[in-house]
């Protein structure tokens, strides 16, 4: 069809062919291509692609022995795709019904602990059969063709076409003239812009409000709480101990206080004699009880591994390492701070309670960590 | 046009053509779908390892809506109930309370959930693999420059995302995770604290954040990554795919398969085969089984945490940076901005912007359609090696407690092994591929001036022992040959030019004659033999002696 085409059309009825597009159709006509064959008219197609068909690994001779062989291979793992994906649906659909039930039950020996993986070699093997099939089907049943495409760098002439549609459109709009126009527009976008995502501030949490970062439930009189809820006193851990303890508060032990889980020591003799304590907290100890905070000063994790014959507690994640008898000082890895030390006494009923809360902020490091008051 | 318009096409006769003339009268789309069948591709086992990204994503899309439809992205307080006994009774988030449930109650449901878990291990791996070969047969020159930026973001995304997921169940492990995390947003300059209230909600771990991850990781980051995806694929097959030196092969063409039948049936197997591997995986090997981690605790933490492979080299740099400080009138810069931060911020800016570098050192402005070998370019393939190497430092560091423990090495050993390791050994990995590479150029120009070693000694008259060299091409009067390098591989056994006939096919007895292997063998004339052939006709003009080895021939050795 073209603009100078003026035929009415269509006015119902039977459908009327229209007439031919241009192009190839000028070149071919109906009667040209019907004389041609299959191969012709794909390879014929192929050239209007810019594609040259340069040589053709025949298939096998049909009814040959290889094609016999190659065709029985091709139709086996299909066979044991199709035959697998039944597996599957057996196994999946069966149990708790024909076949036991899948649900799970302790042991490793019964049809629960094998029902998974069935489900994953039977779909496995279903599905890598079907790609294994194809494989065969590609290499072994369809003629090898190796092709040659050309490959086309970008038309001057559309780079100009197209350029003067683009420019002359710019240049008809008046924009490059209209100074106050175009200064409005780019204002405009910007304003916009920034109205649509500003209400992602709602996000923005303010952490400067109360000091959360610099401070944690305990307070003075508040007993160290196991994590079965029960009170520690003296007398009740063996020299060179570890014990994980929580404030007495309501979900002390929970992630509501994330920074809130601390380690009471137990030194040994020999350790109270090598005991350096920082200036400042000579006091924070109880004979030979110590409390530090769990959360390692590195990236917040609980430290948790406390070699007694090194006096050394190892964070997990990133092997920092301090020493409980040099007021839990970094010694190794990436940590800078010592473990914040929590003062601790007995309360009049015998049991452990802090004297106050943390002197310093709990966990990982800040920009102004130092600042907080 | 009058003339085109009779006499009408002859009309199709079966039902197919009749409905798909139906459907091309309607929606012209034949022409399209011809452009597309024909549309050639290259044939390379390494153009396969973004396809395998590119399935990975598929069944990631698949298993991942199938966990939606159970799974309570909650931190709602529930107390387990369900069907793992040792669990009940403890106080578990909706989170975790429902990953349990899809993992114990819902038939089948683990079986998906570890699909999808190894399908996201395989596809990182595999975006890293393919970026490997991108790099390293220079397959991101001009004009590609784009999809490599679009390649480096979506490798980023997909570490996201998948940190995303393997948070969402809660466990202890993943939350381990999420309070690094949270140290990292807490260590950033200035707005550290801000950011860190901003992403929880308050302070860690608030009530929010595991909804917060499961909208990125379900919806925000799969449509990008989609969308990227969409834009890559449409790039690469506006730009056509590169393609390695060879036989006919040039900057202007592409020699390989047509779309249809033989990539399409290739490409549709790869995809069976990577879902069957998932499957497989899925089914039979366990992974994250979190109800033998347990809930999230922040008091508790097990020996032995390790991220998914993918987050490994982060943990490997925060645990290797020694305790650097920076405190500035009273301000603190920790360390960890530095391992968690600064290493994988240099590695994605370095990497994605390392096409214009290469364009800037080299002056190369050309176009490139054609691929390098990684020993035709020795400084990028050192490069290349070196970066390697140090991710490689980084990665074993971020598992050094595992690997101290296995192998009874001290800990603060394999930190210093880290350390030193991360500084020492990327240089020695430099010059060492530097020489492999030039080492392999020089014996590629050897066995193209002196011939393929025949492994046969000859002695001459005069008493001289000499090995047989099979020359490639024609060659001049000294007997050295004259084909010059053209950045394609070089045959360097007998075997590569035709030196053994093809093997008689059939297993307990031939199903084919030899006799008719011979013929065809000779018939195709390919290789060497066409190369034979032609000689005569060369300047030269001495052919070897009687045809190939196997054919009763004797090479002739070069006379100097």
């Known amino acids: 069809m073209t603009t100078t085409d003026h035929r009415p059309g269509s006015t119902g009825g039977a459908d009327v062919p229209g007439p031919l597009h241009g192009g190839p159709d000028d070149d071919y006509t109906p009667q040209q291509l019907a004389a041609m064959d299959r191969t012709e008219l794909d390879r ?306 015998g049991y452990f309670v802090a004297r106050s809360d943390f002197r310093e902020p709990v966990g990982p490091s800040f920009w102004n960590m130092g600042r907080l008051n | 046009m009058a003339t085109n318009t009779v006499p009408a096409p002859e009309q199709p006769k079966t039902l197919a053509g009749k409905a798909a003339l139906e459907v091309d009268d309607r929606i012209p789309i034949a022409g399209w779908l011809r452009r597309t069948m024909n549309k050639v591709f290259p044939d390379h086992w390494s153009f396969l390892l973004g396809e395998i990204a590119l399935y990975a994503f598929v069944i990631l899309l698949l298993s991942g809506t199938y966990l939606t439809f159970f799974f309570d992205a909650s931190m709602r307080e529930v107390v387990y109930e369900g069907s793992y006994a040792p669990l009940r009774g403890v106080d578990v988030s909706a989170a975790y309370d429902s990953t349990l449930a899809l993992s114990f109650d819902v038939r089948g449901g683990l079986f998906i959930r570890q699909v999808h878990h190894w399908a996201a291990l395989l596809f990182v791996a595999a975006i890293c693999v393919h970026l490997l070969r991108i790099f390293f047969t220079g397959a991101f020159r001009r004009p590609r420059e784009t999809n490599w930026f679009i390649g480096v973001a979506l490798l980023v995304l997909a570490m996201l995302e998948g940190f995303a997921g393997y948070t969402l169940p809660d466990d202890l492990l993943s939350g381990t995770g999420l309070r690094i995390f949270s140290a990292v947003f807490l260590s950033i300059p200035v707005i550290g604290t801000w950011v860190y209230f901003t992403v929880f909600g308050g302070d860690f771990p608030g009530e929010l954040i595991i909804g917060r991850l499961y909208i990125l990781h379900v919806l925000v980051i799969p449509a990008i990554i989609l969308a990227l995806i969409a834009l890559h694929l449409t790039v690469l097959i506006k730009q056509k795919h590169t393609q390695f030196p060879g036989a006919g092969r040039t900057e202007h063409n592409v020699v390989g398969n047509r779309l249809f039948p033989t990539f399409a049936g290739k490409a549709t197997a790869l995809f069976f085969i990577v879902f069957g591997v998932c499957a497989a995986l899925g089914g039979l090997v366990q992974i994250n089984p979190i109800w033998l981690i347990g809930p999230y605790n922040p008091a508790q933490v097990s020996s032995g945490s390790q991220p998914d492979w993918y987050i490994g080299f982060v943990d490997g740099g925060s645990r290797i940076m020694p305790p650097w400080e920076i405190e500035l009138w009273g301000y603190h810069i920790p360390p960890v901005l530095w391992g968690a931060l600064g290493i994988p911020g240099v590695m994605f800016t370095v990497m994605a912007l390392y096409p214009i570098i290469e364009r800037k050192l080299t002056g190369d402005t050309a176009s490139h359609h054609l691929l390098q070998r990684p020993r035709d370019v020795p400084v990028r393939t050192a490069l290349g090696a070196m970066a390697l190497t140090a991710y490689i430092v980084l990665w074993i560091s971020g598992g050094n407690d595992v690997i101290a423990e296995k192998f009874d090495i001290s800990l603060n050993a394999m930190t210093w092994f880290g350390r030193i390791g991360f500084i020492l050994l990327p240089p020695i990995a430099y010059w060492m591929t530097y020489r492999i590479c030039l080492g392999l150029q020089r014996h590629d120009r050897e066995v193209l001036e002196h011939g393929i070693e025949t492994g046969v000694i000859r002695r001459l008259p005069n008493g001289e022992f000499i090995e047989v060299h099979q020359p490639l091409g024609p060659v001049d009067d000294h007997g050295h040959g004259v084909l010059s390098y053209g950045g394609a591989s070089v045959p360097k056994r007998m075997n590569h030019v035709g030196g053994a006939r093809r093997a008689i096919k059939g297993f307990f007895r031939p199903i084919e004659d030899p006799a008719e292997v011979q013929r065809q063998a000779e018939q195709e004339a390919r290789g060497l033999e066409a190369e034979e052939a032609s000689r005569e006709l060369t300047r030269s003009g001495r052919p070897a002696e009687g045809g190939r080895p196997s054919a009763g021939g004797r090479p002739r050795e070069p006379r100097d």
Request: one cysteine or more; charged letters at 15%; proline letters at 8%.
């Open chain 1, 44 to 349: 014929l197609g192929a050239r209007y692609d810019a594609v040259e068909v340069l040589h053709v690994d025949p298939v096998p001779e049909p009814g040959s022995p290889l094609e016999r062989k190659a065709a029985r291979q091709v139709t086996l793992w299909f066979a044991i795709a199709g035959l697998s994906a039944v597996a599957f649906l057996v196994v999946y659909a069966g149990s708790n019904w024909f076949l036991p039930d899948w649900a799970w039950e302790p042991g490793d020996r019964n049809w629960s602990a094998l029902f998974t993986p069935l489900l994953g070699v039977t779909m496995g093997l279903s599905l890598t059969a079907i790609g294994i099939g194809l494989v065969l089907y590609v290499k072994k049943l369809l003629p090898h063709e190796t092709a040659v495409q050309d490959k086309h760098d970008g038309s001057h002439f559309d780079r100009v076409t197209t350029g003067a549609t683009l420019v002359g459109a710019w240049h008809n709009s008046g924009l490059p003239r209209r100074k106050l126009l175009g200064g409005t527009l780019a204002f405009m976008g910007a304003a916009l812009g920034v109205m649509l995502i500003a209400p992602l501030g709602g996000l923005i949490k303010n952490p400067n409000k109360g000091n959360p970062l610099g401070t944690t439930p305990w307070a003075d009189g508040l007993r160290l709480l196991r994590d079965d809820g029960t009170p520690v006193r003296p007398g009740d851990q063996v020299p060179g101990s570890l014990e994980t303890v929580f404030p007495a508060i309501p979900g002390g032990n929970s992630v509501h206080h994330s920074d809130a889980a601390v380690m009471l020591i137990r030194l040994r003799p020999d350790q109270m004699e090598t005991l350096v304590t920082p200036a400042g907290q000579e006091d924070f100890g109880y004979g030979d009880y110590l409390a530090y905070s769990k959360i390692c000063t590195h990236a917040g994790c609980p430290v948790s591994l406390y070699e007694q014959e090194t006096s050394r507690i190892l964070c997990p994640c990133h092997q920092s390492q301090f020493d409980v008898t040099q007021g839990a000082k970094p010694v190794f890895g990436p940590a800078t701070r010592s473990l914040p030390q929590l003062p601790i006494r007995v309360d009049e009923e």
